[in-house]
């Protein structure tokens, strides 16, 4: 049986780090998480749940962009490269490509290596002809490829509009590293644009609840890495449509006062104070390009829906 190769990143997820940027969060005077604890196994299960959501609208739109335009693309961006998956989750989107791209090798990049371990080997055993490599690694901070990987023409794919989780000066930067490492390939960007109030709202606040567990299972996580004692029972998954940034904002909301505690330390919750937990920036198409020319793009070839809720971009 063919079997993919695990690859460890050069800046390994160091526990005792993580445990440090959740502490400082949470004794910030406004509370927050980072978004990528979002993603331990059953949150990565979780937000394929949620991608499946008739509301939540950007998986089922870029979906359809890419099945529209799958061979003008696949013209664009060219055969035979190296398609490096950011985020790459249940790696289904960019399986979607494998017909029409053709990729010799296939780097799926997640925070969680457990859930790669679980989807790259099937998907390995569907496609024999693509080598595979899983990588572990926490990009949202900097970004490096590991060593090992094939030195082949390179195609970055950051689908699914993950960009807008990041604060601007943070997407550039971001941006900007993965400019570095293209060479001669390019960067597939999947972008959520803006649009009413009632659309996000519906997106990320379902009647299932399943962005509500998403959210709640980030305290499950930060207990486990910092030993504290939340109770995902004593908050409630709320949101904010900000309509001066451009995002929609995701919180869990105390539902009493209550005192969190973990090794050395604790915090104070009042009823009805919020812990940040992730932004989903909307973009513009000027907005995008304008973003990704600061972080050194020159050529944009741009694919959206007919309502233009969301854009594919090759940016180069
Ligand atoms: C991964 N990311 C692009 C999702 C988003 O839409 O911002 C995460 C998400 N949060 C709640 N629902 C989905």
Known sequence: MLAPVFLTDSQPLIQLDLAEEI??????????????????????HLFTAITLLPEYYPTRIENEIFGQYRNEIAEVVGQNSSLIDLGAGNCQKAESLFESLKPTSYIAIDFSIEYLQEILPKLQNKYPQVDMYGVGM???ANFSLPVGV??????FFYPGSSIGNFLATEAEHLLRQIRAQIDKGGLLLGVDLMKGEDILR???????????????????????????DFDVKDFRHTIKVNTVLNRVELYLEALSDLIVSWPGNSRAFKRGELIHTE?????????????????????FNIWTDPQDYFAVIYAQ
Request: charged share 20%; hydrophobic share 40%; no cysteine.
């Open 150 to 155: 094939p030195q082949a023409k390179r195609t």
């Open 202 to 228: 519906t997106a990320y606040d379902d009647s299932l609840k399943l962005t509500a567990a998403f959210n709640l299972n980030i305290l499950r996580v930060v207990n486990g890495l910092l030993g504290s």
């Open 279 to 299: 932004n989903s920036h909307k973009y513009t198409l000027d907005s995008i390009q304008a973003l990704l020319t600061r972080a050194g793009y020159r050529a």
């Open 23 to 44: 502490k400082t969060g949470l004794l910030a005077q406004s509370a927050s998480i980072s978004p990528k604890f979002l993603y331990d196994n059953l949150g990565s």
């Open 138 to 140: 926490d990009f949202s």
